[in-house]
Nanobody, 125 residues
Framework: QVQLVESGGGLVQAGGSLRLSCVTS????????MGWFRQAPGKEREFVAA??????????YYANSVKGRFTISRDNAKNTVYLQMNSLKPEDTAVYSC????????????????WGQGTQVTVSS
C-alpha cells in the first residue's frame, strides 16, 4: 500500500520559514518525480514545486510565485521529499500536498499517481 505523509505545516508570521516533509512508503521512491501543490479555500489546486526522479538528474521546477523563496529537495535514502519555504507571505496560506508522478508533465496534478493528505500552512500578516 502506497502512503505519502506530509508534516511540518503550521502557523507562521509573514517573513518566516517552514520546512515541509513528505515521507513515502510502498513505492520505489527513486523512480518517481515528486511534486508539491497547494490549495487555498475557494481556489483550485496550484503547482508549487517539483523534483524529477533520480535517473533524470533531480531537476527542479518552481511556480513563478515561489521561485527564489522555496526550495524542493529529496533524500532517496529516506524516501522523503522536502519543501523549504522562506520569506513566507500571507498569500502562501493553503493546504500543501505532495504527490508522486511516474510519467508526464510535473505541472499538472492529473499526472500524479499518488497523493498525501496535506498539511495546513497559515501565514499571518
Amino acid at each position: 500500500q502506497v502512503q505519502l505523509v506530509e508534516s511540518g505545516g503550521g502557523l507562521v508570521q509573514a517573513g518566516g520559514s517552514l520546512r515541509l516533509s513528505c515521507v513515502t512508503s510502498g513505492l520505489t521512491f527513486s523512480w518517481y518525480g515528486m511534486g508539491w501543490f497547494r490549495q487555498a479555500p475557494g481556489k483550485e489546486r496550484e503547482f508549487v514545486a517539483a523534483i524529477s526522479w533520480l535517473g533524470n538528474g533531480d531537476n527542479t521546477y518552481y511556480a513563478n510565485s515561489v521561485k527564489g523563496r522555496f526550495t524542493i529537495s529529496r533524500d532517496n535514502a529516506k524516501n522523503t521529499v522536502y519543501l523549504q519555504m522562506n520569506s513566507l507571505k500571507p498569500e502562501d496560506t493553503a493546504v500543501y500536498s505532495c504527490g508522486a508522478v511516474r510519467d508526464g508533465n510535473y505541472y499538472y496534478p492529473a499526472n500524479y499517481e499518488y497523493w498525501g493528505q496535506g498539511t495546513q500552512v497559515t501565514v499571518s500578516s
